[in-house]
């Protein structure tokens, strides 16, 4: 069965730093694309960051130059590193493995970014 399972979510002041995990498994990882996502109290999910089975990355214009998404393909683990946080990143932030006709969600992990 397919797994993917987020962590390092947590309570952080404006302008620290957090780094997200999501281990995959059930899935041949390094030929899926890779997405982060997050849906904030009140609005829709939207995309955060996504990388490539290449490594090609892609990002929201709203962390560009603050989040940096990477990939471990011998641990079956995609990051999300979040620097300079800031109180509108607060949401719960999903993983996300899509190949084709195959799609995969992960639980999700809460970011509360709040002084």
């Known amino acids: 069965q397919v797994q993917l399972v987020e962590s390092g979510g947590g309570l952080v002041q404006p302008g620290g730093s957090l780094r997200l995990s999501c281990a995959a498994s059930?899935?041949?990882?390094?030929?899926?694309?890779m997405g982060w996502y997050r849906q904030a109290p009140g609005k829709q999910r939207e995309l955060v960051a996504a990388i490539t089975a290449d490594g090609s990355t892609n990002y929201a214009d709203s962390v560009k130059g603050r989040f940096t998404i990477s990939r471990d393909n011998a641990k079956n683990t995609v990051y999300l590193q979040m620097d300079s946080l800031k109180p509108e990143d607060t949401a719960v932030y999903y993983c996300r493995a899509a190949l084709t006709l195959r799609e995969h969600w992960g639980q999700g992990t809460l970011v509360t970014v709040s002084s």
């Open positions: 059930g899935i041949i990882f390094r030929l899926y694309l």
